[in-house]
């Protein structure tokens, strides 16, 4: 068995996978890379099977019809055979030096008596055209190098979320608490990270900056012309959230709260891109969805509208509208997201 699995999702990748994967090469053969060609059209098909052929021992190359994200994350779970489990997208890469202590972290708990279920480490947005890059950083808010549970986190602050691009989960956890993405749409990286945590006790907070977030490309998910365009996946994966996870169930009071307030960061994006398209076709949508919160769950509705965030979405007229674009422009800010 593989110390750790990482899928890499392609999609006409080819003129960046390359750099991907030899950043993730440096793990040798303590580690998997599964590169899921997702139904390119360009050379990345050929690309993948060339690196497997080269490096048979680490790479495997998997072809598969066009799914998606998300159908592309599935199939590497389902052919994971590492302990743990990485999702890195073929336009990001990882550094060295933090991925060697995190492989040394991962190999020393996979033999101890306790389980570890998720290792969190930092990232840093890559972005084009930043002088200065900002880092996400759990740095006084989880405990380091040592395992943990919920109940020894600090509180998060607005903003601050534990991300796809922080986490590396155990893979049996995945298959158990049933994680399945939909085919064919953007922004499933919240789900993957967020369904899954009900089920997470254990955690390992490493402090180095591992994974590289490549943004700034005109054709990326996360530029904001784009989240616009596409306003209806943004809205599923919103109600996929709120329907795969009861929050008035789990127990632990620090645990709820945070999945609570990433929950309401999901809700105020789609909100927001509602507000900011400037089309009644997408004021529509907005008043939709909370109409869809209020009735799929009622006390969750009056929670999201009663924190400060819920309800400056959702002041009445033009005046309302500017006042909630602003409050975007300060998440946006903190989050660095587009």
Request: charged share 25%; hydrophobic share 40%.
């Amino acid at each position: 068995m593989k110390l750790l699995s990482i899928a890499v999702p392609c999609y006409n990748s080819q003129d960046y996978m390359e750099h991907c994967i030899n950043s993730l090469l440096a793990g040798g053969e303590d580690v998997e890379i599964l590169i899921v060609d997702d139904g390119s059209m360009d050379d990345t098909a050929n690309i993948a099977d060339e690196y497997a052929r080269k490096y048979p021992a680490i790479v495997k190359a998997i072809h598969q019809e066009n799914g998606g994200h998300g159908e592309a994350v599935n199939t590497g779970i389902a052919n994971a055979s590492g302990l743990f489990f990485k999702v890195v997208d073929s336009d990001d890469w990882v550094e060295e030096e933090a991925y060697h202590k995190i492989l040394a972290v991962l190999r020393e708990l996979s033999g101890g008596k306790r389980t570890l279920d998720m290792l969190i480490s930092n990232f840093v947005y890559e972005k084009q055209g930043a002088k200065h890059k900002k880092v996400m950083k759990y740095k006084g808010i989880l405990p380091e190098n040592q395992l943990f549970g919920w109940s020894e986190a600090k509180h998060f602050k607005k903003g601050h979320y534990i991300l796809m691009h922080s986490v590396i989960y155990r893979t049996q956890l995945l298959r158990e608490c049933g994680l399945t993405l939909p085919r064919h749409t953007f922004y499933v990286d919240n789900i993957f990270v967020y369904v899954p945590l009900p089920h997470v006790e254990t955690m390992y907070y490493l402090n180095v900056d591992f994974y590289r977030y490549f943004i700034g490309r005109e054709d990326q998910s996360v530029n904001e012309a784009v989240m616009i365009r596409r306003i209806d996946q943004q809205i599923k994966v919103n109600k996929i959230m709120i329907e795969s996870v009861n929050l008035w169930g789990i127990m632990n009071s620090k645990q709820r709260k945070y999945m609570f307030n990433y929950l309401e960061i999901i809700t105020i994006i789609s909100t927001i891109m509602c507000i900011r398209s400037g089309t009644e076709e997408n004021l529509e949508k907005k008043r939709e969805l909370w109409k869809y919160i209020k009735e799929y769950d009622l006390r969750l509705f009056h929670r999201l509208r009663k924190g400060i965030m819920g309800r400056t979405m959702n002041l009445p007229g033009k005046s309302g509208r500017k006042i909630s674009v602003a409050a975007y422009k300060i998440s946006q800010k903190v989050i660095g997201f587009n």
